[in-house]
């Protein structure tokens, strides 16, 4: 072969590691309470990385489901296939806990620990993390109903992934969905138009349509309706219990941007039935369980993907030469990486002390449910936007070869901003920190108390502290309050993020994130941490250990 077909200068590929090999990941384990479960997570990490894997979640990518309306004959079906290698990533999340099971094991760190097992087996591929993580996120939501619960909890606690279309009661396990989202309404529910009319038997009919119902193939849904009483939570089976079909009419499957290894879509309801959950007309306070699970997994799942993008960008630097040096080891690609770095690992750090705290408040601590619910909320804005940014400036480290599909960098560069949408896009998330601080003056108490922990330890952090309880008194006025909703959700993030990275990252971590973020030695974009910082130790901390 002619020698202009000489392949040099490329980086090889990146298989064989793991997602695990991450000094922020398995101290927080340690940490928090999960460090019984770092075998596992590791375990978990290295087939993530694996080839098969990797493998597995490009096939998923490359081929979508398809709706099936109909069988060869007419009947309906509503069904969607996926390829296989959907199934087999489905099959290793639930294998592997990372949907309910963690409600059925009541220890100490359990929710730690599936967190950091969602957190690595995510980087794999992120598309089936949503039915995943609705499944985590329905068990409190269903508890509003106890005798629904006690049956279908350990179905859904279950570590066997039973796909297909049979009566819920009669599976090994079960995988469940979230209905609410309606053409008219968006974010607003209490605009849905869905109508819920008691049958007599205690179940009732709903007929109305969603306009975005993410994994449809799910077994049951939590899912909102109009009832005299007001807006209402239902559990709908996909398969009622005689074996029929339930009359949800799956109309098409959306042509997304990202996700595209999930399904989701347009259904309408033709008195299909379903049985209450929670308090009549309470519905919205009812499903809200449901959506602090998924916004915690958004959260966990930004962190994640810009773990999975450091790593691809690392890699190829380490592997490339341009104008006679390693790209890694010339010093503006160094601020790049390193800047990449601190802020992926300040949201990972953030990502864990949320799901620890989650812990904490289910053994009871008040402290720790209040810190949660603010710390949620503004998590939720500023980390899953950062995602998008972050995804865009490690696909550019790779340059022309960042910008083929075949990188797997593209695929992350669509997902991220789903995270930062689904669940309450940015207002929504806002919004949501205001009406923490309103109600819940609590959780305010418990933030400070937390960033506390710090005080005194940098001077950039005390003073953006100061700042921000400044700014927090100027939310007296309504109209001012949601003007300034978004600067208050950032402000309220990064402080803690300083807070946690200085009490237990490398000093060198600490000290950019200090700097910049937070001192205002920054610029507007990635690559421009002030020059003195250590970059070398952060790099370090940042690269694994075992990628080839």
């Known amino acids: ?44 990490g290295a087939r993530a990385g694996s080839e098969e894997v990797r493998e597995w979640a490009r096939m998923a990518e490359a081929s979508p489901p ?128 869905t109508r819920a009319v008691p049958t007599g038997d205690g179940s009732y009919a709903i007929t109305g349509h969603k306009w975005f119902t993410s994994a449809p193939m799910s077994d049951v849904f939590l899912m909102l309706a109009q009832t005299e009483e007001g807006l209402t939570c239902f559990l709908m089976p996909r398969v009622l219990p005689d074996g029929t079909l339930n009359a949800m009419r799956l109309q098409r499957l959306k042509d997304k941007l990202g996700n595209r290894s999930n399904a989701s879509a347009e259904i309408e309801y033709e008195q299909a039935l379903a049985w209450p959950v929670g308090e009549p007309g309470r519905g919205v306070r009812t499903i809200v369980e449901m959506v602090n699970m998924t916004r915690l997994d958004c959260v966990i799942g930004s962190a994640a993907g ?51 705290a989650l812990d904490r408040s289910e053994a009871g601590d008040e402290g720790e449910a209040a810190l949660r619910r603010l710390a949620l909320a503004a998590g939720k804005y500023w980390v899953c936007k950062r995602g998008s940014a972050h995804a865009a400036e490690a696909l550019e480290c790779l340059g022309g070869n960042g910008y083929v599909e075949e990188s797997g960098m593209p695929r992350l560069y669509r997902e991220a901003p789903l995270l930062s949408i689904w669940e309450g896009s940015g207002n929504v998330a806002a919004l949501d920190v205001l009406r923490a601080l309103t109600r819940e003056p609590a959780s305010l108490d418990a933030y400070f108390t937390e960033v506390g922990l710090a005080a005194g330890a940098d001077a950039r952090l005390d003073a953006a502290t100061a700042r921000l309880r400044a700014l927090l008194g100027e939310l007296s006025d309504p109209h001012r309050a949601q003007l300034l909703a978004r600067r208050v959700a950032e402000q309220l993030t990064l402080v803690l993020q300083g807070s946690l990275l200085v009490r237990h990252s490398t000093p060198a971590v600490a000290d950019a994130f200090c700097a910049s973020r937070l001192g205002g030695e920054w610029g507007n974009a990635f690559g421009t941490l002030p020059t003195g910082t250590d970059l070398g130790q952060i790099l370090d901390r940042a690269r694994p250990k075992d990628t080839p």
């Open 1 to 44: 072969m002619s020698a202009t077909h000489d392949v040099f200068n490329q980086a090889p590929p990146l298989t064989g590691f793991s997602t695990a090999d991450e000094p922020a990941l398995l101290e927080a384990l340690r940490r928090d309470g999960g460090g019984r479960g770092e075998a596992e997570v590791r375990e978990l």
């Open 306 to 356: 810009m773990r999975a993008g450091l790593r691809e960008a690392l890699h190829h630097t380490a592997h490339r030469r341009a104008f006679g040096a390693e790209l890694i080891d010339q010093p503006l690609m160094r601020n790049v990486l390193a800047d990449l770095a601190v802020e992926s690992e300040a949201a990972t750090t953030l990502a864990l002390r949320l799901a620890a």
């Open 66 to 193: 398809v709706l099936r309306t109909h069988d060869r004959y007419g009947h309906r079906i509503d069904e969607v296939e996926f390829h296989p290698a959907w199934h087999h990533l489905m099959a290793a999340a639930v294998g592997s806990g990372q949907h309910a099971a963690p409600w059925a094991e009541a220890r100490p760190g359990a929710h730690l620990v599936r967190a950091a097992k969602f957190y690595a087996w995510a980087q794999a591929e992120a598309g089936h993390g949503c039915p995943v993580s609705m499944t985590y996120a329905a068990v409190p939501a269903l508890r509003a109903q106890p005798e629904l619960a006690a049956v279908y909890e350990p179905l859904l606690a279950s570590r066997t992934y039973d796909f297909g279309l049979r009566p819920p009661l009669g599976k090994r396990g079960l995988i469940a969905g979230m209905s609410m989202t309606e053409k008219q309404g968006g974010s607003d529910v209490r605009a849905n138009t």
